[in-house]
């Protein structure tokens, strides 16, 4: 996080402010940037809903949220005192025609009350068929039209497809400027996300040996032990591939595959992903089955607890064929990757909860010890955890101890919560104050988040219109479905939770 505060008088205006989202995260991320002295000294906050709600009704709702959510419950209602005199609500239909202009009013007064134009900061933290109406308001009440000064934060899902998500793309940039547009996705915000970019470019010791010549293959893995909970409505019709490999998986293969670039300028960050993007190999309809699988769990046991299937998870179709779990093999055809095999899959009911990104790296080119020796052999890695634990780990092969050349895999590793006695930010709190500093670097751009909707369109295609590959049931509580293993035993891999069936 910066060492200086922010201090241009900023409003924050939050569509959808009676929903999850805000009091389970933005308001607890505000509140800790409050707290650790970033946010700016003139700071409004506005929600926005269709619900009619008392401002002190919303202010206790929203205090409830950080002692329930945040990674600092309040410890000092001074501190909270001040943040909840900064926040108003407002009851809003952003369907309605006329709506808006108490909007409007309320920032007029804010600014002629501090005598400046503040930044303007509208959050759409609405369900997609609201974003079209709700820019469009802004658009007709003149609100957010300075680019210097006013931006737009659009929450995921961006479109169901890669037509809706042009057609969203179309329409705000017909009433905005793209880079007043910040597409959020909130894994971008994680600490050890934005590691990565250290990692690579900041070691001279790795980057060397970044490319096809010494690494086998790439596997990135984002596994929950949660079920639908109480999202079985908007699951059933969104699935693994949307809702996860669409935008979190694909922004974890950019870091990791992306060229240098010549700065960290926000533009030139995301013009690398999406020279990774365009990279990857386009799937053809009929190599569908051979480079995706998709699973869907049963009742099984998660943690030693007792777990219903998804298809009676509530609200939830009984005959559903949405996928829980989704595996997939891309190449990305370019200098630096051509035949590496990046690997990721994403599923509920898994075993563990775990994002990481393991790379594996190739064997010598000649093995000089005796067989007996290498019995425990696994290729050397480097293993990149996202959650619950950060860090970063190195697998290497070192001696026994003993009188006989026996080689065993041993781990060096790097823990963020040993490492460093400060508190990481959570991922919205990063992103929140990137939003109020105007830098873009980790927001996506129109251009990625269509080029990773064309990736990923054969897939849900052929899913839609084929019989293969099949739905494939997985126990609740497994690693999914068996096809998964099979995905990487034909190029002589496997998923590094099962070492022992692993020797390449």
């Given at each position: 996080?910066?060492q200086?505060?922010?201090?241009?008088?900023?409003?924050l205006?939050?569509?959808?402010?009676g929903?999850?989202?805000?009091s389970?995260?933005?308001?607890?991320?505000?509140?800790?940037?409050?707290?650790d002295?970033?946010?700016?000294?003139?700071f409004?906050?506005?929600?926005v809903a269709?619900?009619p709600?008392?401002?002190?009704d919303f202010?206790?709702?929203l205090?409830?949220?950080i002692d329930r959510?945040?990674?600092?419950p309040v410890?000092?209602?001074?501190?909270?005192?001040?943040?909840?005199e900064?926040?108003?609500y407002l009851p809003e239909?952003?369907t309605?025609p006329a709506?808006g202009?108490?909007?409007?009013?309320?920032?007029e007064?804010?600014?002629?009350?501090?005598?400046?134009?503040a930044?303007?900061?509208y959050?759409?933290?609405i369900?997609?068929?609201l974003m079209?109406?709700?820019?469009?308001m802004l658009?007709?009440?003149?609100?957010?039209?300075d680019?210097s000064?006013?931006?737009?934060?659009?929450?995921k899902?961006?479109?169901?497809?890669?037509?809706?998500?042009?057609?969203l793309?179309?329409f705000?940039?017909?009433l905005?400027?793209?880079?007043?547009?910040?597409?959020?996705?909130?894994?971008l915000?994680?600490?050890t996300?934005?590691?990565?970019?250290?990692?690579r470019?900041?070691?001279?010791?790795?980057?060397?040996?970044?490319d096809?010549?010494?690494?086998?293959?790439?596997q990135?893995?984002?596994?929950?032990?949660v079920g639908v909970?109480?999202?079985?409505?908007?699951?059933?019709?969104?699935?693994?591939?949307r809702d996860?490999v669409?935008?979190?998986?694909l922004?974890?293969l950019c870091?990791?595959g992306?060229e240098p670039?010549?700065?960290f300028?926000?533009n030139?960050?995301?013009?690398?992903?999406?020279?990774?993007?365009?990279?990857?190999?386009?799937i053809?309809?009929e190599e569908?089955?051979q480079?995706?699988?998709?699973?869907?769990?049963c009742?099984?046991?998660?943690?030693?607890?007792?777990?219903?299937?998804?298809?009676?998870e509530p609200?939830?179709?009984?005959?559903?064929?949405t996928e829980?779990?989704v595996?997939?093999?891309?190449?990305?055809?370019?200098?630096?990757?051509?035949g590496v095999?990046?690997?990721?899959r994403?599923?509920k009911?898994?075993?563990?909860k775990?994002?990481?990104?393991s790379i594996?790296?190739?064997s010598?080119p000649?093995?000089?010890f005796?067989?007996?020796a290498?019995?425990?052999?696994?290729?050397?890695r480097i293993?990149?955890?996202i959650?619950?634990?950060e860090?970063?780990?190195?697998?290497?092969?070192?001696?026994?101890p003993?009188?006989?050349m026996?080689l065993?895999?041993a781990?060096?590793?790097?823990?963020?919560r040993?490492?460093?006695r400060?508190?990481?930010?959570?991922?919205?709190?990063?992103?929140?104050?990137?939003a109020?500093?105007?830098d873009?670097t980790?927001f996506?751009?129109?251009?990625?988040?269509?080029?990773?909707?064309q990736?990923v369109?054969?897939i849900?295609e052929?899913?839609?219109?084929q019989p293969?590959?099949?739905?494939?049931?997985?126990?609740?509580?497994s690693?999914?479905?068996r096809g998964?293993?099979?995905?990487?035993?034909?190029?002589?891999?496997?998923?590094?939770?099962a070492?022992?069936?692993?020797?390449?």
């Amino acid at each position: 996080m910066p060492q200086r505060p922010v201090n241009q008088p900023t409003i924050l205006i939050i569509f959808g402010a009676g929903g999850d989202l805000t009091s389970r995260k933005l308001i607890p991320a505000l509140y800790n940037l409050q707290l650790d002295g970033y946010l700016p000294e003139r700071f409004a906050i506005i929600g926005v809903a269709r619900k009619p709600l008392e401002s002190d009704d919303f202010r206790e709702q929203l205090r409830s949220g950080i002692d329930r959510f945040s990674r600092r419950p309040v410890l000092d209602e001074a501190h909270w005192r001040q943040l909840a005199e900064s926040i108003s609500y407002l009851p809003e239909d952003v369907t309605d025609p006329a709506s808006g202009e108490r909007l409007k009013a309320r920032l007029e007064a804010i600014e002629a009350h501090w005598q400046t134009r503040a930044n303007r900061i509208y959050y759409f933290a609405i369900p997609p068929n609201l974003m079209e109406p709700a820019a469009a308001m802004l658009q007709r009440l003149g609100v957010c039209r300075d680019c210097s000064h006013d931006r737009l934060v659009v929450e995921k899902p961006f479109g169901r497809d890669l037509q809706s998500a042009q057609v969203l793309n179309r329409f705000l940039t017909d009433l905005f400027v793209e880079s007043q547009i910040y597409r959020i996705d909130h894994y971008l915000g994680k600490e050890t996300v934005q590691n990565i970019l250290a990692f690579r470019f900041a070691n001279a010791l790795f980057e060397p040996l970044w490319d096809r010549r010494y690494i086998d293959h790439v596997q990135i893995t984002v596994a929950e032990t949660v079920g639908v909970e109480q999202r079985g409505e908007y699951y059933d019709r969104s699935g693994a591939l949307r809702d996860m490999v669409q935008n979190h998986l694909l922004q974890l293969l950019c870091l990791v595959g992306m060229e240098p670039p010549i700065s960290f300028e926000a533009n030139e960050i995301r013009n690398k992903k999406v020279d990774l993007l365009r990279a990857l190999r386009p799937i053809r309809p009929e190599e569908v089955a051979q480079v995706a699988v998709r699973g869907q769990y049963c009742a099984g046991t998660v943690q030693g607890t007792a777990v219903a299937g998804y298809r009676d998870e509530p609200r939830v179709s009984p005959d559903s064929t949405t996928e829980t779990y989704v595996a997939l093999k891309l190449l990305v055809d370019n200098w630096r990757w051509q035949g590496v095999p990046f690997y990721l899959r994403t599923g509920k009911r898994l075993p563990i909860k775990d994002s990481s990104i393991s790379i594996v790296f190739r064997s010598p080119p000649h093995q000089l010890f005796p067989a007996d020796a290498v019995q425990h052999w696994q290729n050397n890695r480097i293993q990149i955890k996202i959650q619950p634990e950060e860090g970063i780990a190195t697998a290497l092969q070192v001696k026994l101890p003993g009188t006989r050349m026996l080689l065993t895999p041993a781990t060096m590793e790097f823990r963020y919560r040993e490492a460093f006695r400060e508190q990481a930010p959570e991922a919205y709190e990063t992103l929140l104050l990137d939003a109020v500093r105007g830098d873009a670097t980790l927001f996506m751009r129109a251009d990625q988040v269509e080029q990773a909707w064309q990736q990923v369109m054969p897939i849900l295609e052929a899913w839609e219109t084929q019989p293969q590959p099949p739905l494939l049931d997985y126990p609740a509580g497994s690693w999914g479905p068996r096809g998964a293993e099979q995905l990487l035993a034909v190029a002589g891999h496997c998923w590094l939770d099962a070492p022992d069936e692993c020797q390449s």
